[in-house]
């Protein structure tokens, strides 16, 4: 019996397009050693520790009016991840920037989400990190598809999840194996909800599968769930800043990092999910009770439209391409 042709296989996949691939913008690997705009080419070898191990740590940020959002706090959080497992960058942070800034040039959108993965490498099947021959970097660019003004306007609908959050060490570590957040995912869609939040084994609220928690107190003080079990989140952290212009004006009577527990939520005036690709989305019921009015609030309102804002003027936070 003779080998299948690789030459059929790869002609096989160039013209099978898929509907998914029309939101693939364009890609960098290392391991290929350029950039390619081909969805048919964005793939790692199968015995990447990345792929098969999840060993490897990445970041998710967006491109928004032709510039990436807070690049150099993903990449400083990309580099503790990866110092935390033991992982070298195959390059310094500033070589990574300027290979994103060559990706989104290439790509050449207003909009756009990025996933930046560095893995320890290709090289063997087995958990060891000696058989790897080389750290890669991969970088793909998507279209970006925030949620609509009427998500933001009726909020969503968020469930306690029976996962467990991550132990304290690996909640700081924005790593590859990310099979706990995606049975939270799960969870939260089989039983009909928007979002799933995590609890750590003191019954403290820690976060969602992919985004921080933020909630408005009965007192006005806007309390996020530590980061000593939850990942210190770049949106998170920009939007406690302008949280903070807010107590300055005597509107809110404190901004903090706290433990938050269930009650703390289900009697909060406001809560809300905040990330990358959210921004700042209010939760307006939990375990189908209301949140507040059940209404998206004020103050979760005035934080998302502060946010959008400083994404489009603020130079600290913007990287042009």
């Not at 015995?47 to 009016?65: C, L, N, P, S």
């Not at 090289?123 to 021959?133: A, C, D, L, M, Q």
């Not at 599968?209 to 003080?221: C, F, G, H, S």
């Not at 209010?282 to 375990?287: G, L, R």
Request: hydrophobic share 40%.
């Amino acid at each position: 019996m003779s080998w299948d042709s690789i030459e059929h296989a790869f002609s096989a996949l160039k013209a099978s397009k898929p509907k998914h691939w029309d939101n693939y913008l364009g890609f960098y690997s290392s391991w290929y050693g350029g950039f390619f705009n081909e969805p048919w080419a964005m793939m790692i070898p199968m015995d990447e520790h990345g792929f098969h191990r999840g060993d490897g740590v990445f970041e998710a940020a967006r491109i928004h009016e032709r510039a990436y959002i807070d690049l150099d706090g993903h990449l400083q959080r990309l580099e503790r991840s990866a110092s935390a497992i033991g992982l070298q960058l195959p390059k310094t942070t500033a070589e990574i920037k300027e290979i994103l800034i060559e990706l989104a040039s290439r790509v050449n959108q207003d909009t756009a989400a990025l996933r930046l993965y560095v893995t320890r490498g290709p090289g063997g099947f087995s958990p060891s990190v000696n058989e790897v021959i080389g750290h890669q970097i991969y970088a793909v660019l998507t279209k970006f598809k925030p949620p609509t003004d009427k998500v933001y306007a009726d909020g969503v609908t968020a469930m306690f999840s029976t996962v467990r959050a991550k132990e304290p060490f690996w909640s700081q570590i924005k790593s590859c194996n990310y099979l706990q957040n995606v049975m939270m995912k799960k969870e939260s869609l089989e039983k009909g909800f928007d979002f799933a939040i995590s609890k750590d084994d003191q019954g403290r609220l820690a976060e969602g599968a992919t985004e921080n928690l933020l909630i408005v107190t009965k007192d006005r003080q806007v309390v996020v769930p530590n980061f000593d079990y939850t990942l210190r989140g770049t949106t998170v952290l920009e939007v406690m800043k302008i949280a903070e212009e807010l107590f300055g004006k005597g509107e809110l009577s404190g901004v903090r990092l706290g433990d938050v527990r269930e009650e703390d939520l289900l009697e909060a005036r406001e809560a809300a999910f905040v990330g990358t690709t959210l921004g700042v989305l209010p939760i307006t019921s939990v375990e189908k009770r209301l949140v507040g009015d059940g209404r998206r609030g004020p103050i979760a309102a005035f934080l998302h439209q502060r946010l959008m804002e400083k994404m489009s003027t603020d130079d600290s936070l913007r990287t042009r391409f």
